[in-house]
Nanobody, 122 residues
Framework: QVQLVESGGGSVQAGTSLILSCVVS????????LGWFRQAPGKEREFIAN???????TYADSVKGRFTISKDNAKSTLYLQMNSLKHEDTAIYYC?????????????????WGQGTQVTVS
C-alpha cells in the first residue's frame, strides 16, 4: 500500500513562513505527479500546487508567488514552502500522489492521500 505522511504544520502569525514535508512510500512509482491540497472547516478541498516527473510546477492563484512546491527524490519527500502566510491559508493540508503519467489539478485524479497536517494562521 502506498503511504504518504505529512509533517510540519503548526500555528503561526500572519506574514511568517512554514515548510511542510511529505514522505512518500513506493516513491519511484508515484514520481510522475505529486501535489498539495488543503481543506478549511466547512469548505471543499482545494488544489494548492503540484509537481510532475519533469519538475514542472503548477500553482493555484491564491498561493502563486507565496508558496513553492519541490521534491527530493533521494529522500522520497515532497515539500511545500509557505511564505507570507495569511489567515485565509488556515486549513488542513494534504499531500497526494497520482499514479498516472500525466499530472493534474483535480482532486479526483489523485489516488493516494496523506492524513493531513493542520496549519493555523492568526
Amino acid at each position: 500500500q502506498v503511504q504518504l505522511v505529512e509533517s510540519g504544520g503548526g500555528s503561526v502569525q500572519a506574514g511568517t513562513s512554514l515548510i511542510l514535508s511529505c514522505v512518500v512510500s513506493e516513491y519511484a512509482y508515484m514520481r510522475h505527479c505529486l501535489g498539495w491540497f488543503r481543506q478549511a472547516p466547512g469548505k471543499e478541498r482545494e488544489f494548492i500546487a503540484n509537481i510532475d516527473g519533469g519538475g514542472r510546477t503548477t500553482y493555484a492563484d491564491s498561493v502563486k508567488g507565496r508558496f513553492t512546491i519541490s521534491k527530493d527524490n533521494a529522500k522520497s519527500t515532497l515539500y511545500l514552502q509557505m511564505n507570507s502566510l495569511k489567515h485565509e491559508d488556515t486549513a488542513i493540508y494534504y499531500c497526494a500522489a497520482r499514479a498516472g503519467d500525466i499530472c493534474a489539478v483535480y482532486e479526483t485524479l489523485y489516488s493516494y492521500w496523506g492524513q493531513g497536517t493542520q496549519v493555523t494562521v492568526s
